[in-house]
Structures are given as structure tokens and as C-alpha cells.
């Protein structure tokens, strides 16, 4: 594996064909002082009291009531952001499908268009989902064998106390929750990197093998038991790229920010000081927006010219860019 010629290539790509940018950005949609306080509010009288920072308040709270018709704006406001968040949820399956789809075009054919790689993931929808559904599964099951043991350790440590009365039966259920959740957690991060990994092949067989979804999972865990090692250099590429990028992007924001949280000690909040940071997020936001496209693009790239290589899907070389 030529790595460095998978990555320039990937690169290459992702600058040349900036329409996959917005595929990039659909696809990484589907990814996201006082003092101490006490209030005891009585029903009776609708008086409240409590302690802050040492001293006592309390008064008498408003008689009010919400009206229904701010209950069904309420529930109609969850209801658009449910939709919202399906439809989300869908361009981004689809949009994951056209990038593959587009750097395959771009391979073969020497060019893409957006609405040419969108088709295909449009096409590949319900496939693309299947895997996803299988993908989710391992972590499905593991959830509920974890919720019926805490069910049974604490029920079974409660009904202990409550027959010996020793609380102490209930801290050792507790307790070896606790012991186990450190386990469960890292075998959790080690089993969602290999499915993760997994899903990332299968979704490239399904778009360039045209597999279904039950095959192109088969198909993503024999290219990764068979390219183990590429897989892992590339893992271990990802992450150095990430951190320099991290390290960057930190540096950038502090020095924007220095100026701001210097002033804000000296300066009462106003106008002059909300809106320049008001455009500052708005900025900060579009900014961010356009380099996760741009990342999302270079490593579904990445990962489609290596699946290409690993299969021995590469064709005689398109046309230069």
C-alpha cells in the first residue's frame, strides 16, 4: 500500500471537486459564579425560602399558570425538531453514499457532479441504512445486557437490605456496578472502532460493489481482517492529522479570543462589546462548517481510494486534474 499516493490523491480530489464539499458538510450533519444555592419551595401559601451565599431569601411566588396554547406550541415545536432531526439524519445516510460515489466517478470517469453522486446515494439509501442498522446492533445488545444486570445486582442488593436491614448489601451491588463500568466502557470504545471500521467498508462495497447490506457487512469485515494492518496505519495517520489540526485550531481561537476576555474584566457588557463577538460566533460557526466539510470529504476519500486499492478495484489511471 503506496500510502503516501492514497493520501496526496485523496487530497487532490478533495481540492479539485469542491462541489463534494457540500456532501462533506450533509454527511458530518449526521454525526452532535456565586455561591452555593439552596431553595425548599413550600406548596402551601406559595411561599419560598432558601440560602445563598450564606444569607437567607425568600418571598412570594406568582400565582400563575401556563396556558394550553403554550403546551401545543411546545409540543409542536418538539414535533418540527423531530422531523428536522430525521431529515437530517436521511441527507446525511445519502450524502455519505454520494461522496463514495463521487471520488469513484472521479477515479473511473474523470469528473463527478453533484448531482451525479447524489443519485447514487440515493439509490444506495436503503442499503446504506441496513448497514448502519447491523452496525448498531452489537451496541444495542450490550446496553440491554448491562440494564438487566444493574436491574438485577441493585434489585436483588435492595431486597438484601431490606430483609437483613444492612445497607451494606446495596453498596456491594453499587459497587460492583461500578467496578464493571470501567471494562465495559473500554471494551465499548474497542468494539465501536472496529464496527465503526467495518461500517466504513461495507458502506464502499455496498456503493462500489453493489452488494446488499447483509453481503457488504460480510464484505467490510473480510477487507478489514485482510488489510488489518493498512487499516491501522491509517487510523494512526487520522489521528496525528487531527491533533496537529486540533492544535492549530486551538491556537487560532485563542489568539481571536485573547483580546475579548482581556477587555471583559475592564468593560461593563454593552453593544460595542456583544456585537463584534455575536459576528465573531457567526464567523467562528461558518468557519468550522466549512473545514469539517473539507475534512469529512478528505477522509471519505481516503478511505474509498484505499478500499479500491485493498480489493484490487483500481483501474488504468484518469485522466490528471
Do not use: H
Amino acid at each position: 500500500m503506496d500510502y503516501g499516493n492514497v493520501l496526496s490523491r485523496a487530497w487532490e480530489i478533495t481540492w479539485r471537486w469542491k462541489i463534494l464539499w457540500l456532501l462533506g458538510f450533509l454527511a458530518a450533519l449526521g454525526r452532535g459564579g456565586g455561591g452555593r444555592m439552596e431553595i425548599n419551595i413550600s406548596t402551601s401559601g406559595g411561599e419560598w425560602s432558601g440560602e445563598w451565599g450564606g444569607g437567607q431569601i425568600g418571598g412570594q411566588l406568582p400565582g400563575f399558570q401556563i396556558p394550553s396554547e403554550v403546551w401545543a406550541g411546545l409540543a409542536a415545536l418538539a414535533c418540527l425538531g423531530m422531523i428536522i432531526g430525521l431529515i437530517i439524519w436521511v441527507v446525511s445516510i445519502i450524502a455519505r453514499g454520494g461522496l463514495i460515489a463521487g471520488v469513484q466517478q472521479v477515479e473511473d470517469e474523470g469528473t463527478t457532479t453533484f448531482g451525479q453522486a447524489w443519485s447514487v446515494g440515493v439509490s444506495r439509501f436503503w442499503t446504506l441504512f441496513g448497514i448502519g442498522f447491523l452496525s448498531a446492533i452489537p451496541f444495542l445488545l450490550l446496553g440491554l445486557a448491562a440494564a438487566i444486570y444493574i436491574a438485577l445486582t441493585w434489585t436483588s442488593g435492595i431486597g438484601l437490605a431490606l430483609q437483613t436491614g444492612d445497607p451494606t448489601a446495596l453498596f456491594s451491588a453499587i459497587g460492583s456496578t461500578f467496578c464493571c463500568f470501567f471494562p465495559l466502557c473500554c471494551g465499548m470504545i474497542f468494539l465501536g472502532a472496529v464496527v465503526g471500521q467495518i461500517r466504513v467498508y461495507a458502506e464502499r462495497a455496498a456503493v462500489l460493489e453493489g452488494l446488499g447490506w447483509i453481503d457488504a457487512f460480510k464484505r467490510g469485515w473480510q477487507v478489514l481482517r485482510e488489510n488489518l494492518g493498512p487499516t491501522v496505519v491509517f487510523w494512526l495517520i487520522f489521528i496525528v492529522v487531527g491533533f496537529v489540526l486540533a492544535l492549530i485550531v486551538g491556537a487560532v481561537v485563542g489568539v481571536l479570543i485573547a483580546p475579548v476576555i482581556a477587555l471583559v474584566p475592564r468593560t461593563e457588557p454593552n453593544a460595542w462589546l456583544f456585537v463584534p463577538t455575536f459576528c465573531g460566533g457567526i464567523l467562528a460557526v461558518i468557519v468550522f462548517a466549512l473545514l469539517g466539510a473539507v475534512i469529512e470529504t478528505f477522509v471519505s476519500a481516503t478511505w474509498t481510494l484505499a478500499y479500491r486499492r485493498m480489493t484490487g478495484q483500481t483501474l488504468p489511471a484518469a485522466p490528471r486534474l
